[in-house]
Every structure is written in C-alpha cells, then in structure tokens.
Nanobody
Framework: QVQLVESGGGLVQAGGSLRLSCAAS????????MAWYRQAPGKQRELVAI???????SYPDSVKGRFTISSDNAKNTMYLEMNSLKPEDTAVYYC????????WGQGTQVTVSS
C-alpha cells in the first residue's frame, strides 16, 4: 500500500513563497505520473501541476510561471515550489500519484493573506 504525506503548507502573505513536499512510502519512479491538486472551500478540486515519469511537466494558466513541480527519486519526494502567491491560491493542496491505481495524500492547507 502506497502512502503519500504532504507537508510545507502554512500561512503566507500575498507575494510570498512556499514549498510543498509529498513524501511517498515507495519508490516514486514506479509512478506513471504525479500531480498536485488543490481544493478551495465550496469549489471543486482542480489540477495544479503534473510531472510524468519522463520528466514532462504541465500547469494550468492560473499558476503557470509561478509554480514549479519537481521530484527527487533518491528521496522519493515530489515538490511544489509556489512563488508570487495570491489570495486565490488559498486551498488545501493534495498530492496524487498514479500507477495502476490512483493514490492521494491527506492534504496540506495553504492560506495566502492579502
């Protein structure tokens, strides 16, 4: 059973930065892709960033140029570097990993104050 544990969330002022981490209990190079999602109160969960096993990354326009997804196979950890944060980035951020099934972390809260 794969477990994903997010960390790094917190309260930051607009314009600030945070780095989220997602530590996997297994080798992350077994995943076809990993991703970060977020869910704000009253809204649907939305995709924030994707990284595939061959290193391809993709972002929606809402975070492109501000967020960077990366992974460290040696540490079995995925990261999300978030810069120039805005109040609308406030949400619970979830780590997701896919092989033959989809795995989710428990989420970490990010709050951006104006």
């Amino acid at each position: 059973q794969v477990q994903l544990v997010e960390s790094g969330g917190g309260l930051v002022q607009a314009g600030g930065s945070l780095r989220l981490s997602c530590a996997a209990s297994g080798r992350i190079n077994m995943f076809d892709r990993m991703a970060w999602y977020r869910q704000a109160p009253g809204k649907q969960r939305e995709l924030v960033a994707i990284i595939t096993s061959n290193g391809y990354t993709s972002y929606p326009d809402s975070v492109k140029g501000r967020f960077t997804i990366s992974s460290d196979n040696a540490k079995n950890t995925m990261y999300l570097e978030m810069n120039s944060l805005k109040p609308e980035d406030t949400a619970v951020y979830y780590c997701n990993a896919i092989t033959t099934r989809s795995y989710w972390g428990q989420g970490t809260q990010v709050t951006v104050s104006s």
